[in-house]
């Protein structure tokens, strides 16, 4: 289903796949919303068998596959998984969809009744069951990285992160108990890829702010801000895309040269050229994956289809994922 925000339309389809065993995807990127599903239908979903996997789309296959696309290198190369991986959005290029926006909107809305949601939404592990409680990056401010260059907050890193966090989870902690994971919006090296990073920083901050206050995010929502089923052009589709760098080492400090870089990219807009095509390919790939290694639950995609997803998007979905070192 790709009816949202989902937070207003999602939950009676979400009931009925758990009660009857019906397997289900979305393109969910509402992490408050996934986790009150989580806490109501996941039992269900496992006594009827229902796969129920959220978050097919640029939300959150391109990140949650990503991470898990290194850490199978680095079983491979090392016999462990990195301790830390950091996403770095290099490029993404195509136009703001009007679902997305009204599902960001919905949240802010809701966080303003309900204060437990912003907890929520400021919690990494609030879509796994138990927190390992290791610390993680904040990913609200500038950050420098040695070797890669200058990052400023990325906007879909508050559902990314939850899903890969949750992957991690519901796999035994394949990728270890101390593992860490953070992502953001590359701008460069030196003292323009700094300026640049300041200045995104600055201008989210206005952003959020606008949005926040009730007054403002009205006049945004009637005269400036895309509508639920506007999105870009069919130009912008064809001519966008995006690419992701990887890179994991066995955490701060280390210095034994276990380290690896790794990419993804696609080859459309984001938001509705690749990911019509990423729960398309989920979709069919979930119908085809055994129960014996997927049965009901709540899954993330990399967690519910792993290398099997990675390799159908290569081949059908326009992504790719490959090691840069």
């Not at 986790?35 to 097919?56: D, L």
């Not at 190369?77 to 290099?90: E, K, L």
């Not at 790794?262 to 055994?290: F, Q, R």
Request: with cysteine; charged share 20%; proline share 6%.
């Amino acid at each position: 289903t790709t009816v949202g925000p989902y937070q207003l339309y999602g939950e009676p389809l979400v009931a009925a796949c758990a009660r009857t065993g019906t397997d289900y995807v979305d393109l969910c990127g509402e992490p408050a919303w996934m986790a009150q599903m989580i806490a109501r239908y996941e039992g269900a979903a496992k006594a009827s068998g229902a796969r129920i996997a959220f978050s097919c789309g640029f939300d959150s296959i391109p990140f949650d596959c990503g991470v898990f696309y290194l850490q199978q290198e680095a079983m491979e190369r090392y016999g462990q998984p990195f301790s830390r991986v950091r996403g770095r959005v290099r490029t993404m290029k195509g136009g703001f969809s009007g679902g997305t926006m009204a599902s960001m909107l919905a949240t802010l809305e809701a966080g303003r009744r309900d204060p437990s949601i912003v907890k929520t939404m400021t919690n990494p592990y609030a879509l796994v069951p138990t927190s390992p409680g290791v610390r993680q990056p904040r990913g609200d401010a500038v950050v420098h990285d040695e070797g890669i260059g200058w990052s400023a907050p990325f906007i879909m890193a508050a559902i990314n992160t939850k899903n890969v966090h949750r992957t991690n989870a519901l796999s035994n902690y394949r990728y270890g108990r101390d593992f860490t994971y953070d992502e953001m919006q590359l701008m460069g090296e030196g003292a323009a890829g700094e300026k640049r990073a300041k200045a995104a920083l600055s201008q989210a901050r206005m952003q959020m702010a606008l949005l926040a206050f009730a007054p403002t995010r009205a006049l945004l929502r009637r005269f400036a801000l895309p509508k639920p089923g506007q999105g870009p052009s069919k130009e912008e589709r064809e001519t966008g895309a995006y690419e992701v760098l990887y890179v994991g080492d066995m955490g701060a400090g280390a210095s034994d040269g276990r380290t690896l870089r790794a990419a993804v990219s696609g080859d459309k807009d984001p938001g509705y050229g690749s990911t019509s095509k990423m729960i398309t390919e989920a979709a069919l790939c979930l119908k085809d994956t055994p129960r014996a290694s997927t049965p009901g639950g709540i899954w993330t995609p990399a967690a519910a289809m792993g290398e099997t997803l990675i390799a159908r998007l290569q081949e059908k979905a326009g992504l790719r994922f490959g090691v840069e070192n």
